[in-house]
């Protein structure tokens, strides 16, 4: 059920400059490359009373989402039998597994709209409005996210494509020029994709059941957001969400440069189970990689397992899961073990 306070809330941010954090998850840095990220140190959000875990940990219960491939492509007839799993190097029982194609699906799309997207975003619109069209089926529901100096919601959760197609067409550059928009040190804030990611997570999917996804829209650079790499990749999973990374930028505005938010959007999608996709900024590419998405979507499978270590301390877990020799398998790092249950 969808709670109006998530959408009084985010709206709020559309018609305000983000409001500053507290001292404590501003000074969050990301984990050291290659390592599973330490606990948060962060205050928890509650929702009532209880905190939605990162895998979505009920009565002591993960479930886990993943994809498995070949060189031929994704494997559809995996069984329980062909899998392994570990937390923390400790071998689990699997409990369920089953294919999930048809589990209702949540989609954000968060669309960067700063100055470096200027001459990419007509065809992000198109692109984006086609994935759409071809995903959602009337028990799925999306909504879109708009970045650059603000955080904007566009359009709120609806199963109707052509209303998120109508949003697309609506969104339009916003550099800051002359609007005042500044954080609290006077320096300008240009696109504030950890924020957006913290608060679509956050305030969005955070209370949402079934399989969850965020497919981001940019060059992968960030600049003024008060969220860090590390606090956006936990808020991220803490709401159970898979984050695809679409890498597409106007090669014109950074003079012949290479823009540097590769490395970071790699980590942030890794660690939630999805992927990065570099398109450049060729139209063809990204039709073609939101018909992988589509594709990863439609062979899914979710597997359930009760963890040999039961205490709900808060601790980060790792995973590591395989299904046979020569298949990469695509879901999450791990998850942090927080009491309470999530509702789905």
């Keep these: ?19 500053v954090r507290t001292p404590a998850l501003r000074a969050q840095e990301a984990p050291s490359p290659g390592g599973p990220p330490p606990a948060s140190d962060a205050p928890p959000v509650h929702q009532n009373d209880t905190d939605a875990p990162t895998l979505n940990v009920q009565v002591n219960l993960v479930n886990l989402y993943f994809s498995a491939r070949d060189k031929g492509g994704f494997i559809t007839n995996l069984r329980k039998d062909d899998c392994g799993l570990t937390e923390d190097k400790v071998t689990q029982k699997i409990k369920n597994f089953t294919q999930e194609k048809n589990l209702p699906l949540t989609i954000g799309i968060l669309l960067d709209t700063s100055g470096s997207q200027t001459n990419v975003l007509p065809m992000e619109q198109q692109a984006g409005a086609t994935f759409l069209r071809n ?8 909504f879109l996210i708009s970045f650059d100096i603000n955080i904007d919601l566009l359009a709120d959760y609806t199963n109707r494509a052509s209303e998120i197609k109508h949003a697309l067409d609506k969104a339009t550059i916003n550099t800051g020029a002359g609007t005042g928009s500044i954080t609290g040190n006077g320096d ?3 696109t504030l ?3 957006a990611v913290y608060t679509a997570a956050n305030e969005k999917l955070r209370s949402e059941a079934g399989r969850k996804i965020l497919v981001l829209l940019t060059d992968g650079g960030d600049q003024g957001s008060q969220e860090t790499l590390r606090s956006a990749s936990e808020a991220a999973q803490k709401s159970n969400a898979i984050v695809y990374v679409i ?9 012949g440069m290479m823009y540097s938010g590769d490395r970071d959007m790699q980590k942030l999608a890794s660690e939630t189970g999805g992927r990065v996709i570099n398109v450049g900024n060729n139209g063809r590419k990204l039709e073609d990689a939101f018909n992988q998405i589509q594709d990863e979507l439609r062979t899914q499978y979710l597997l359930s397992y009760t963890p040999l270590n039961a205490k709900a301390d808060g601790t980060y877990r790792k995973i590591d899961l395989t299904c046979g020799k020569g298949l990469k398998v695509q879901t999450r790092k791990g998850y942090y073990a927080i009491s309470g249950a999530d509702t789905q």
Excluded: C, H, Q
């Design 1 to 19: 059920m969808r709670s109006p306070f998530l959408t009084a809330s985010l709206l709020s941010l559309a018609l305000l400059p983000l409001v």
């Design 193 to 195: 994709l950890y924020d």
């Design 247 to 255: 890498l597409i930028a106007d090669n014109g505005f950074y003079g």
């Design 135 to 142: 995903v959602l089926t009337p028990k799925d529901e999306a």
């Design 188 to 190: 300008p804030r240009g």
